[in-house]
């Protein structure tokens, strides 16, 4: 069974900062991109970051750029997203997902196969 379980989420006042992680299991992920999206309470899922399997590309929300940053460790089948100076504006519920894609899909959410359950981030001000 294929899963993806995000973790590191919580109350966080705006300026700090806080450290995702995505754990994948059941399969092998090689080769595949892996994604960070979030929802916040009213509002559409929105793409935040997205890196591919080899680390050489990362992609970020014009919002989240200078402040997020997207890595992975391949050998612990292991994503996370460093979330610094963050805002009230952050609060959502954050899903990572992954994808054998590459390039401008990396943004769409239709694209991503596999996603997790969500770890709500609250931020406040």
């Known amino acids: 069974q294929v899963q993806l379980v995000e973790s590191g989420g919580g109350l966080v006042q705006a300026g700090g900062s806080l450290r995702l992680s995505c754990a994948a299991s059941?399969?092998?992920?090689?080769?595949?991109?892996m994604g960070w999206f979030r929802q916040a309470p009213g509002k559409t899922r929105e793409f935040v970051a997205a890196?591919?399997?080899?680390?050489?590309?990362?992609v970020y929300a014009d919002s989240v750029k200078g402040r997020f940053t997207i890595s992975r460790d391949n050998a612990k089948n292991t994503r996370f997203l460093q979330m610094n100076s963050v805002k009230p504006e952050d609060t959502a519920v954050y899903y990572c997902?992954?994808?054998?894609?590459?390039?401008?899909?990396?943004?769409?959410?239709?694209?991503?196969?596999?996603w997790g359950q969500g770890t709500q981030v609250t931020v406040s001000s």
């Open positions: 059941g399969r092998t992920f090689s080769g595949y991109a």
């Open positions: 890196i591919t399997w080899s680390g050489s590309m990362t």
């Open positions: 997902a992954a994808g054998a894609i590459f390039g401008p899909l990396l943004r769409r959410e239709n694209d991503y196969e596999y």
